[in-house]
């Protein structure tokens, strides 16, 4: 980014100086902006990708077959087995999700106004509760009487789901209050009332589908969150789950968690562009995911 | 819809009606309130109750007092000033970085880039992050091997990617994409007006940021980095899987505290988690606070 630039560019050398200088300073958007701002997204730019670099050497330095690495993941029952059971509880979990919060939702927003801040609090709590210490409270209710969960692996797995919802209710919460924000609830549902339908009928036909794409976005969201947790699994010893396996991977294994990171990353990525794309238009919105 | 009616009505009472409604329709929420309670608060309330009870059972506050003994002042002083130092560090680059891609003149190509990776890399922790890094920053790293190869072992000057340094770094990698997540409507606030204010009145750009736009900015900022702060002091998975436990952070403490009682009193674990929430209830409630100024200048 320094004096070879000009002639990068094509121009002749000392044309740029030819330009009157006024001119040049009145209207920097015809330029390459701010050269302190590219150094800025330079740095930031390295920042994220050097890690993914050094990643991705690491996982071909098995010579002489470079792609060994992630031909033995692909052939590790385990990573499939891992991934799938990660999908599951996330499938499981945005739909618990949606079932308790959408109801919630529209039901603040027509009948208990009044209640909104409540709920709006309760829903911002997982982010006061960090992960640790949710399941830390987690184990210890439900490893003792009258209901002891932590005992098998259904009740382990009620517990994960359990608490996935609960993380997953900030960001779903404020999507699908954003959602109702946007269409009209009231003659919506006055209007469904009016053709005789229940309340159930009302919210399946009526609220859902008018909620779909900030639905959908929530969804990938917990999808994300869920497929590479690693706190909460691992201390309800779920360890099929995607997080721990990856850990343990990373523990035993040279090359293939090299291979397993950059998998999970682009699992990441393929989640994020998938809410960006139903996001359009939805501006300032922040996803937020909170610590882990 | 009322106003045609009012006349007859006026004499009856008018809250009656409000009131009975309401009466029932809160049961609409017992779902959801029933679910929190069931997965958050009975676990939270247990944690609280614990935390004010010794191994025989009696109520003391002793296992408070008793956080200042042992590795618990370390760990907090040590999770503190990590968070703090990646909250603030990650929250100027995250500014500066959101800041050239919204104002700096550069293409507009770059900020789509910069925003879908941000929400990739802020959502990068954990375990899969901690490995990335042990790959390019560990002692046979990409990046180590490297500066090796120019002449700078990092090694050799005493860094250790387990070492607080090392958790910093890799905590900046998720800490100032949020940053950029969460300014960048702040910056695209702005408006074009307040400039053009400013200058029409005289005003240097040294001026107009100073005496405009970095006032409008500055509970954004705070806000952000508070959250920021939380958003470390936190997170759990990323430092146990870079430092195998090895680092004193509070959430890796209450992590082995889960799996056999380090501390050798379960009253003392309880009571350390009570001190990570509180800490987190504190910034969480400082940032909404903040984030509430903030929207007086937003709402467009």
Request: aromatic share 12%; no cysteine; charged share 10%.
């Amino acid at each position: 980014m320094t004096a070879p630039s000009t002639s990068i560019d094509g121009r002749a050398p000392g044309a740029l100086e030819a330009v009157p200088r006024a001119a040049t300073a009145r209207r920097p958007r015809r330029s390459f902006g701010n050269p302190i701002a590219w150094l800025i997204f330079i740095l930031g730019a390295l920042y994220f990708i050097v890690p993914l670099v050094g990643t991705f050497f690491h996982s071909i330095r098995t010579r002489p077959d470079i792609f060994l690495a992630y031909r033995q993941v692909l052939d590790d029952p385990k990573f499939f087995g891992g991934l799938a059971y990660s999908f599951t509880v996330g499938v499981i979990t945005i739909v618990v999700s949606l079932l308790i919060i959408v109801p919630t939702a529209y039901w603040v927003r027509l009948r208990v106004p009044r209640l909104r801040p409540v709920v709006e609090f309760v829903t911002l709590m997982p982010f006061v509760i960090p992960p640790v210490v949710l399941v830390f409270g987690l184990i210890r209710v439900y490893s003792s009487r009258p209901l002891v969960l932590t005992a098998t692996d259904l009740g382990s797995d009620m517990i994960l789901v359990g608490a996935y919802v609960i993380l997953s209710f900030p960001y779903m919460y404020r999507a699908v209050d954003t959602g109702l924000a946007a269409i009209d609830v009231r003659s919506l549902t006055e209007a469904a009332q009016s053709l005789g339908s229940g309340w159930a009928r009302i919210l399946w036909r009526v609220i859902f589908p008018n909620l779909r794409t900030s639905l959908l976005s929530g969804a990938f969201l917990t999808l994300a969150i869920v497929i590479g947790e690693y706190t909460i699994a691992n201390f309800l010893a779920r360890t099929d789950a995607f997080g721990p396996y990856l850990s343990l991977l990373g523990r035993n294994q040279p090359y293939t968690p090299a291979a397993v990171s950059l998998i999970s990353f682009g699992l990441t990525w393929l989640a994020m562009i998938a809410i960006a794309f139903l996001g359009r238009g939805a501006r300032g919105r922040v996803q937020v995911a909170g610590a882990r | 819809m009322a106003s045609a009616a009012q006349p007859l009505e006026q004499g009856a009472p008018a809250a009656r009606p409000a009131r009975r409604r309401f009466g029932w329709a809160w049961l609409g929420l017992l779902p959801f309130f029933v679910f929190s309670i069931a997965f958050m608060f009975l676990p939270a309330t247990w944690l609280v109750l614990g935390s004010f009870r010794n191994s025989d059972d009696q109520v003391t506050l002793q296992n408070y007092a008793d956080l200042s003994t042992g590795i618990i002042p370390g760990a907090f002083l040590t999770t503190i000033e990590v968070s703090l130092v990646t909250a603030v560090g990650g929250g100027l680059f995250g500014l500066l970085l959101a800041y050239s891609v919204i104002l700096g003149g550069l293409p507009r190509i770059l900020r789509t880039a910069l925003m879908t990776f941000s929400g990739v890399a802020s959502n990068f922790a954990g375990v899969p992050l901690a490995l990335a890094f042990t790959f390019t920053l560990g002692q046979l790293g990409f990046l180590t091997v490297i500066l090796r190869d120019l002449g700078f072992d990092p090694y050799q000057s005493g860094f250790r990617l387990t070492s607080k340094l090392g958790v910093e770094l890799v905590y900046m990698y998720f800490q100032f994409p949020l940053m950029v997540l969460i300014i960048a409507p702040a910056l695209d606030g702005l408006r074009r007006e307040w400039r053009e204010a400013a200058e029409n009145m005289g005003a240097s750009p040294r001026q107009y940021w100073q005496h405009v736009a970095l006032p409008i900015l500055t509970p954004s900022i705070l806000g952000a980095m508070i959250l920021l702060f939380g958003n470390a002091f936190g997170a759990q998975a990323t430092a146990f899987q870079l430092t195998g436990g090895t680092l004193n952070l509070v959430p890796i403490v209450i992590g082995a505290q889960i799996r056999g009682d380090v501390l050798h009193n379960p009253g003392l674990g309880y009571a350390m988690a009570m001190g990570m929430v509180a800490i987190m209830g504190v910034s969480i409630g400082l940032y909404t606070i903040l984030q509430r100024r903030a929207e007086r200048w937003l709402r467009s």
